[in-house]
């Protein structure tokens, strides 16, 4: 089956420093890319959408200049958290869709502790 | 998209089948209902879909009601790595995003 990995499993950051979240689709093209956080106890939360090679799209309520997304090859995406605040501390976790397919793969997570 | 309301959490025997229920009373008619698991602290895993038939695969098979407006997810043998947290989503089918919205889901614990 297609996988999706992300780098690195965990990071921990000071406040006020910024953090880049990989998420790679290894066998396959991943035309669609999602990000999710996560909190404790809680679901996932879908954070923004971005196509290969266009600008992601937002959710509402999600600051575009805090968490920067870079779509830039149809198997890589990154997530950068920037000015990261103990609040930003979280699971994320993203996922890829190839082509038009109706399947989603998820990527294993990124736990982020900023301190 | 339409919600779901499934119960907060459910016990199942090893080796019993577990019944998943799901209710989208107000599904559209273009719209699929998915299922996905999330393991602890692991990314979540598609498990089935379905429109209006019933579908079964692998993993799990997936009940639809006639008038679409609840399904079952049923893992026929249940075992401890079973034990994760299930979502009932459903999408609309021509959304060319797919984005999938994650509700509270069901917290299932198998145990010995």
């Known amino acids: 089956g297609a996988v999706v990995s992300q780098h690195p499993s965990w990071v921990i950051c000071k406040s006020g420093t910024s953090v880049k979240i990989e998420c790679r689709s290894l066998d396959f093209q991943a035309t669609t890319m999602f990000w999710y956080r996560q909190f404790p106890k809680q679901s996932l939360m879908l954070m923004a959408t971005?196509?290969?090679?266009?600008?992601?799209?937002?959710e509402q309520g999600v600051e575009k200049d805090k968490f920067l997304i870079n779509h830039a090859s149809l198997t890589l995406s990154t997530l950068t958290v920037t000015s990261a605040h103990p609040e930003d501390s979280s699971f994320y976790i993203c996922s890829a869709r190839e082509g038009a397919g109706y399947e989603q793969y998820f990527g294993p997570g990124t736990r982020l502790t900023v301190t | 998209d339409a919600k779901t309301t499934q119960p907060p959490s459910m016990d199942c025997a090893e080796g019993r089948a577990a019944n998943l229920p799901c209710n989208h009373s107000t599904i559209s008619g273009n719209e699929y209902v998915y299922w996905y698991r999330q393991i602890h602290s692991q990314g979540p895993q598609y498990i089935i879909h379905?429109?209006?038939n019933n579908e079964t695969n692998e993993m799990a098979s997936l009940i639809i009601t006639e008038d679409r407006k609840s399904s079952t997810l049923i893992l026929p043998h249940a075992t401890l790595r079973d034990t994760a947290v299930y979502y009932c989503i459903v999408r609309v089918v021509a959304d060319s995003w797919g984005k999938l919205q994650f509700g509270a889901g069901t917290q299932v614990v198998v145990t010995p």
């Open positions: 379905g429109l209006k």
């Open positions: 971005s196509n290969e090679g266009s600008k992601a799209t937002y």
